[in-house]
Structures are given as C-alpha cells and as structure tokens.
C-alpha cells in the first residue's frame, strides 16, 4: 500500500463548482499535513497547512480525520485560476521525512 | 526577497560526467531538502539535511550525493550520471526539523541524462 493515496483525478469543472479532494495516509503516527499546488512545470507552492480542528482560507477547506487517516480539501466557487495539481503532503517521523502524494489534476472549464 | 535558489534550471549531458545543481536558500532554514519528479511517481525525497553537517538518505539515494556545509546550501552532487536520473528536481528548505513548519520550494532544476 502506498503511504500517501488521493484521487486519480483528473477532475474537470466549470467555473463556479464546488470540488472536493480526498487523501489518505498509512502512517497513523503522522503529525503534520499539509495541501500544495503545482502548476504545470512549476515548483509546488504551500495552498494551506491541516489542522487538526480543520481549517479555512477563503474558498478553501481543509478537513483532517485521524481516526480514518483522512484528509480533505475543498474548494468552492472555483476559478479558472484554481487549475492545478493539487498534492497532499503528510510529515512523517518528527519532520525528517515529507511523503508526497502523486497528486490529482483540477482542471476549472469556463 | 525570501526564497530558494536552484541552479542551473536546465541542464542536458552525458551518461558518467559529473555534475552538481546547487542549492541556497536565505531564509536561515535548518531543514533542506532534494526531490525528483517523474511522471505517475510523484514527488520523491533523495537526501534530506536536519542542520549543518547532518544529512540523511530519503526514498531514492541511490546514485546521488549531498553535502552540508553552510547551512544556506545543499547541492545535490551526481557522481556518475545515468539516463535513469532524468528528471525534474527541486530543493526544498522549512525553518526546522519539527515537521510542523512547511517547505519552501526552488524553481525546479530539469536534468536529461543522455
């Protein structure tokens, strides 16, 4: 099983549409998680750091569940710029290993 | 400006020439770190730095090198190069080892290994 799963993707939207994301995570001791985006041939930049409480930034929101390994994202009223590769990052082993999903394609259609 | 310098950003060359893609970051991060990306593989980890000095393997060592002497820069040395080491790279720097601070991330160093 790989450490780090999310949707294949990739999902095509129109402008407007509310998208959700989904990852999961096989190591339960895991702390800190994280979701970035990576336009295309571009270096992934930080979207938003995962909370525990689960957190929101505008349009985005980041749910977090331990008790199924989960983590979410969603983002309402989508733009045209919110095409990307969106790529959950999960800490593993006290920050000395950062595990990367292999990422899931948004592609917002006007 | 805070950020984190890759170089070169393109670089084709021969199978067994050595090379080296230098990283600096002026942020005063502890924690550096260099990754590949392939098609349908994702991001993975070669070698990470907690601090000056401390390095360690990541996922994929294999065939690579690092060093940390300063702790603005980590180059990613490969020693004797092979098509397999295609790939786009970056480095990556957080403020520290505790996993809880984010990365920051170079513009990407695209190696073709012919």
């Known amino acids: 099983r790989k450490e780090v799963e999310q949707d294949p993707g990739p999902f095509n939207v129109p402008e407007g549409a509310t998208v959700a994301f989904n990852c999961t995570y096989s190591n339960s001791a895991s702390q800190s998680f994280f979701w970035y985006r990576q336009d295309c041939r571009k270096e992934p930049k930080l979207l938003m750091s995962?909370?525990?409480s689960g957190n929101e930034d505008g349009r985005f929101t980041a749910q977090l569940n331990r008790a199924s390994q989960y983590i979410s994202l969603l983002i309402r009223d989508s733009k045209l710029s919110d095409s990307a590769t969106y790529l959950c990052?999960?800490?593993?082993?006290?920050?000395?290993?950062?595990?990367f999903g292999p990422g899931t394609r948004l592609s917002v259609l006007p | 400006e805070a950020q984190v310098t890759q170089n070169p950003r393109y670089l084709i060359t021969v199978t067994g020439k050595k090379l080296t893609v230098t990283c600096s970051q002026n942020?005063?991060?502890?924690?550096m770190s260099w990754y590949r990306q392939d098609p349908g593989l994702g991001l993975r980890q070669i070698y990470y730095s907690m601090n000056v000095e401390v390095t360690d393997k990541g996922d994929v060592p294999e065939g690579y090198k690092v060093s940390r002497k300063e702790k603005r820069n980590f180059p990613l040395i490969l020693e004797s190069p092979s098509p397999n080491q295609t790939s786009l790279y970056f480095c990556?720097?957080?403020?520290?080892?505790?996993?809880?601070?984010?990365?920051?991330f170079g513009d990407g160093t695209r190696l073709s290994i012919l």
């Open positions: 990052v999960v800490e593993d082993n006290y920050g000395q290993n950062f595990v």
């Open positions: 995962v909370y525990s």
């Open positions: 942020m005063n991060h502890e924690y």
């Open positions: 990556a720097s957080s403020s520290n080892g505790q996993g809880d601070q984010p990365q920051h």
